[in-house]
T-cell receptor, first 113, second 118 residues
Framework: GENVEQHPSTLSVQEGDSAVIKCTYSDSASNYFPWYKQELGKGPQLIIDIRSNVGEKKDQRIAVTLNKTAKHFSLHITETQPEDSAVYFCAASPNTGRRALTFGSGTRLQVQP | NAGVTQTPKFRVLKTGQSMTLLCAQDMNHEYMYWYRQDPGMGLRLIHYSVGEGTTAKGEVPDGYNVSRLKKQNFLLGLESAAPSQTSVYFC?????????????????FGPGTRLTVT
């Protein structure tokens, strides 16, 4: 089955700096890669996703890059703000069958004001 | 729309007791999932359903059962709770059909149920 590894487990940045979180996956059949943000006491919420036919996608301060050959994808947050502080999860899924997500172990991002 | 709701929000069980967690969605989604979240391990799939009346096992199904009698509801049961089932449980749902230009792959998560088994 799929295995997703995520690094780092914790990340502390100063407000206004950029943050980068990296994930690798093992199953070449995976072709959908979402990123979820989880705030304390809440369920994960999708912030951006990318499909395997695209190498990069951007949404305001958030961007995701995908390298299918190397089987890794990354989340980039620019101009970080204190409200970006949360736990971020990457995930991978094929778009067939059950389409369930395999999650990374999470990154706790702390943005220092 | 309320989205995905979960009942109860918190529960404490003693070893050997049973309980049912209820997940409800009002988005007419075909796919529904149950995950558990443990510290440092992300979310792991317990069971899932691709439509009313169908269920299947995920990565960590042992000790759990599920039922999907109505399209909008997905129930997770623990027949004999064990301390290893102490966790936060999340339900999620998604569309089946892929629509160009939409986020049809997106899984919508409920707020979670924190279960403690003593």
């Amino acid at each position: 089955g799929e295995n997703v590894e995520q690094h780092p487990s914790t990340l502390s940045v100063q407000e206004g700096d950029s943050a980068v979180i990296k994930c690798t996956y093992s199953d070449s059949a995976s072709n959908y890669f979402p990123w979820y943000k989880q705030e304390l006491g809440k369920g994960p919420q999708l912030i951006i996703d990318i499909r395997s036919n695209v190498g990069e996608k951007k949404d305001q301060r958030i961007a995701v890059t995908l390298n299918k050959t190397a089987k890794h994808f990354s989340l980039h947050i620019t101009e970080t703000q204190p409200e970006d502080s949360a736990v971020y999860f990457c995930a991978a899924s094929p778009n067939t069958g059950r389409r369930a997500l395999t999650f990374g172990s999470g990154t706790r991002l702390q943005v220092q004001p | 729309n309320a989205g995905v709701t979960q009942t109860p929000k918190f529960r404490v069980l003693k070893t050997g007791q049973s309980m049912t967690l209820l997940c409800a969605q009002d988005m007419n989604h075909e796919y529904m999932y149950w995950y558990r979240q443990d510290p440092g391990m992300g979310l792991r799939l317990i069971h899932y359903s691709v439509g009313e009346g169908t269920t299947a096992k995920g990565e960590v199904p042992d000790g759990y059962n599920v039922s999907r009698l109505k399209k909008q509801n997905f129930l997770l049961g623990l027949e004999s709770a064990a301390p290893s089932q102490t966790s936060v449980y999340f339900c999620a749902s998604s569309l089946k059909a892929h629509r160009v230009g939409s986020r049809s792959y997106e899984q919508y998560f409920g707020p979670g149920t924190r279960l403690t088994v003593t």
